[in-house]
């Protein structure tokens, strides 16, 4: 019973191949004699190559941050280190993942029974199939491109061994790999990438308003804006606790075409009302005069926070006078 | 030819007469007209609410309320005018201590309606009965002979009072307002418009406690006041007629003008009671102001020669194209602009926007708040604003910028260079010379020029980044660091070797800070953000 205990305890360092050869043929004879044992094993196996299937769960932002969190406090640092440019490639890791790298990444999760070399550097996707950006993915090689294009940026690189499938293995890694992805100004997956990029907060600041800022110079000029986009900016203008970003969504916010869709307009007026940032107040009764004097039916809620605002003795000065000018674009 | 010769006059006429169709069409209107009477108590309110249309109510000695409205709806065709017909109907309501009287339109908001309606209401009311009327638009409300508290809101609208004996609050967003009382008031009176003006008409020898505000218009009484004048509110607080008066009268103008006048010496002229040197926007002469061509002309000439930003606004307290000396100009409230200013330029405004094209000497310009936007400034500079962006093409001299709010963007930065932003971003992007650059929150990028080797950097930002862009010999002692909560969230990082880091726990969050000496050493680089990164890069060679 004792040895049954311990070669239970062992069966998932038996079942990733990393026990001593001597300790993996004692646990292997045992488990063939003792029935009660190879039955735990083969559920054990079952269970481990049924986890293969699993879909893939993104785990949030925010979770992973606090879980690398916890074990890097766990993990003893060197005080100093030497500052270092980053980018040198790996060679191992390169070894490793000659298989798998840049096409890999842009099929994932695709099937694509005979796939095409690509062409040059950088690589250009064209493919019909919908090219996932996600943030975990599981890939066969068969799917993957076996030319390395340029060289990517291969971090975190893990083996793995497959059991019960001949002469598999698995390679995991993190590849930080340059994407452009060009389309019309209005297709859906360009707008939902802009979308996404103004508003994850887990992107850096400049990010954000690069993105913002490109926005405003390219989707100003063109027809009425599009909803996701004026939904995009309102959220940021709502909730990004960064005021550069802010003054840079309200500042777009103000100059997109078209009338302003109702998530917008109460953005602006939320802005208006609450904002600590003096400027975003300014930027966004302009917006709000620019939509009056453009004819735009004003209702209730905005005329009430335009009035308030114009009577409110500790509002700064310009935007009462800026309230007062926009309510007196009303016409009936 | 012979074709078209023929054809042109019948098309002419066809479009004629179609067009006197559908003119004709389009004044389409139906009027319909209601009237009812119900008791009401003594001390009964009648409430009354409507979108549009104009009102006049009458205090009278009778002890019923007669009310007569015409419903007036517009459209384009008959099946337009039957639309509005069924969806705007008159509710009544209530019961002797108050009647209800309210404008009900049925319409969706997701599909506009082809007609358009308004209700003109003529109402007889018991004098002693109150008052609470919501009318949003209309060319005129009337209310007189009423003894009774009055509430009254509109957005626009001249508001005229006649006879009231009650305490009166009258709230309008764009309309005037005029009330007439040829007895003192025994009951405070309010009175408030945003774009509006009010004018008080009152017995010389009325006692009240007066107050009156205007932001951008004029205070004047042409009764005898001894007013005290409150510069930062703009407004005037006297006691008329009496040393403890206990009727208030408030007037409240945002824009417009407060006018106090004797009811019975009307024509007296009024006098201002609002200082002389606070008068400098409305009392500046026409021609100063110039017509919205010249201003256009300015601003586009200014625009493409020297702005970075476009001006937004269009008119002005002040608008000058060339001064060939030195320009000071101060206003309470207003935009200015002057397109060249060959000597020193002082520019102060309580509200209101500053551009400036180019300057040839020192300068000054603040603003209580609003946009600073700057062309080429040869002399010092020193921009402040309250609120609202800083833009500088050129600060030749460097210069000393602050705003409590919003981004400040400099091009050319040619000396010594403070920059201080309650927060948004700041931007350097050519300097040759020393900066310091502090925001609340925001980012910070400098590009420091090509040709300098090593300068004296300082930038600070409690939440946001800071980029520092230097030339590829560009030499510094080099003190970076970041607080952040998350240690993996951001980084300092540099294109250029030689720096150490050190990553220590402060409070809650991670101290990361890099030391070091870029080609050598130089002149104190000092960057410092939190929860944000600290990035060097290097320019290409060229």
Redesign the interface.
């Known amino acids: 019973m004792a040895e049954c205990s311990a070669v239970r305890e062992r069966m998932p360092e038996l079942l990733v191949e990393s026990l001593t050869p001597g300790l993996r043929e004692e646990a292997h004879q045992h488990i063939e004699d003792c029935a009660e044992c190879g039955s735990e094993w083969s559920g054990f196996r079952a269970t481990w190559i049924a986890m293969e299937d699993f879909p893939e769960r993104t785990v949030p932002p925010r979770v992973r ?1 606090a879980f ?2 916890q074990i ?1 406090a766990l993990t003893p ?1 060197p ?8 980018g040198f490639f790996r060679p191992l890791a390169q070894a490793a993942a000659v298989v798998i790298l840049v096409g890999g990444s842009f099929v994932a999760g695709q099937r694509i029974s005979a796939p095409d070399p690509l062409p040059g550097n950088p690589a250009v996707v064209d493919s019909v199939q919908l090219i996932p950006i996600a943030e975990n993915r599981i890939i066969r090689a068969s799917q993957v491109n076996p030319d390395i294009q340029g060289s990517p940026d291969i971090q975190n690189v893990r083996f793995l061994e497959v059991p019960d499938k001949n002469n598999e293995v698995g390679i995991a890694f993190d590849l930080k790999s340059h994407v452009t992805v060009t389309g019309r100004r209005d297709d859906p997956s360009v707008i939902n990438l802009l979308s996404y990029v103004m508003q994850n907060r887990e992107h ?3 990010a954000r ?1 690069s993105a913002i800022q490109w926005v405003q110079d390219n989707y100003t000029s063109t027809g009425d804006a599009d909803p996701e986009i004026v939904k995009a900016l309102a959220n940021v203008l709502k909730n990004d ?4 970003v802010r ?2 969504a309200v500042e777009t916010l103000k100059s997109l075409p078209g009338t302003l869709a109702p998530e917008a307009r109460a953005a602006l007026i939320d802005a208006l009302k609450n904002d ?7 930027k966004a009764v ?1 917006a709000l005069a620019n939509l009056a004097q453009a004819g735009a039916p004003m209702d209730a809620a905005t ?1 009430d926070t335009l ?1 308030a605002k ?2 409110q ?1 500790d509002e ?6 800026k ?2 000018e926009a ?2 674009q ?1 016409n ?1 | 030819m012979s074709r078209s010769f023929s054809f042109r006059p019948i098309a002419v006429g066809t479009l004629l007469i179609a067009a006197t169709a559908a003119s004709a069409l389009a004044a389409v209107h139906s009027a319909h007209k209601q009237t009812w009477s119900h008791e009401i108590d003594p001390g009964g309110s009648l409430v009354l609410i409507n979108t ?1 249309g104009n009102v006049d109510v009458v205090g009278t000695d009778d002890k019923a309320i007669k009310i007569t409205a015409v419903r007036i709806i517009r459209g384009p065709d008959q099946a337009a005018l039957a639309d509005g017909r069924s969806k705007v109907d008159i509710v009544l309501g209530g019961n002797e201590q108050e009647r209800v009287v309210r404008t009900r339109e049925r319409v969706t908001a997701d599909k506009a309606p082809r007609w358009t309606s308004a209700v003109n209401y003529t109402i007889e009311i018991p004098r002693t009965i109150n008052l609470d009327i919501t009318n949003l ?1 209309a060319e005129g409300i009337r209310i007189r002979e009423v003894s009774g508290r009055v509430n009254l809101k509109t ?2 609208g001249k508001i005229q009072l006649q006879g009231l004996r009650g305490e009166a609050n009258v709230d309008t ?2 309309g005037d307002i005029s009330g007439s009382f040829d007895r003192p008031p025994t009951a405070d009176l309010h009175f ?1 418009t ?2 509006g003006q009010i004018e008080v008409r009152l017995p010389r020898s009325s006692q009240f406690r007066w107050f009156a505000q205007s ?2 218009g004029d205070i004047l009484s042409n009764i005898p006041v001894q007013a005290k004048f409150t510069p930062q ?1 703009r407004s005037v607080l006297a006691n008329v007629n009496g040393s403890r008066p206990w009727v208030k009268l408030e007037t ?1 103008a ?2 417009g003008r407060v006018f106090l006048i004797d009811h019975d010496q009307p024509s007296i002229p009024s006098r201002s009671l609002i200082p002389t040197q606070l008068q400098i926007a409305e009392t500046e002469p026409p021609s100063n102001r110039g017509s919205s061509t010249e201003v256009n002309a300015t601003l586009n000439r200014i625009r493409k020669k020297y702005m970075i930003q476009p001006p ?1 606004a269009r008119t002005f307290a002040r608008h000058d194209s060339v001064v060939l000396e030195d320009f000071e100009f101060r206003t309470t ?1 207003g935009n200015v602009l002057v397109g060249e200013v060959r000597g020193t330029a002082k520019v102060f405004t ?3 926007e500053i551009i400036l094209g180019l300057v040839g000497g020192r300068t000054e310009v603040h ?5 600073i936007n700057l062309g080429d400034i040869g002399g010092p500079l020193l921009a402040r604003t ?4 800083i833009s500088i093409r050129a600060a030749r001299k460097g210069g000393d910028l602050a ?5 400040v963007q400099v091009v050319f930065n040619g000396g010594p260079l403070t920059v201080l932003s ?4 700041i931007s350097i992007r050519h300097t040759v010379s020393r900066v310091r650059a502090e ?5 910070i990028s400098i590009n420091i020029s090509k040709d300098v080797r090593t300068e004296q950097i300082d930038a600070k930002t409690i ?3 800071v ?1 520092l862009s230097v030339p590829p010999g560009f030499a510094a002692d080099v003190d970076a660091t970041i607080i952040t909560s ?4 951001n980084a ?4 250029l ?8 726990k402060a409070g809650e969050g991670v101290r990361i800070r ?1 030391t ?1 000496k870029l080609n050598g050493g130089g002149k104190p680089l000092q960057l410092y953000a939190e929860d ?2 600290i990035r060097i890069t290097t320019q290409k060679a060229p």
């Not at chain 1, 005080?79 to 440019?85: A, L, W």
């Open positions: 941050a690398l969190q890097d640092k005080v100093v280190v030497p500052f270092r440019q980053r850096t600041t400049q308003s606790t960064h005021e550069g003054i840079k600590p940032n003096p400027a975003v107040r300014i302009d005329v009035r114009a009577s003795d700064n000065l310009y935007v009462r006078v309230a007062a309510l007196n009303i009936l | 549009a638009y957005v626009m967003i764009n408030s945003v774009n932001m951008r509110e409240i945002m824009t937004s409230l309580r509200a209101g603003t209580g708040g609003g946009p309250s609120a609202g962006d705003t409590s709010g919003g981004n309650g927060g948004g971003d925001t609340r929150s925001g980012d939440g946001g980044n980029i998350e240690e993996s969230a300092i990082r540099s294109d070797s030689g720096l150490s880091i050190l990553r220590e890099a070091g944000g990164d």
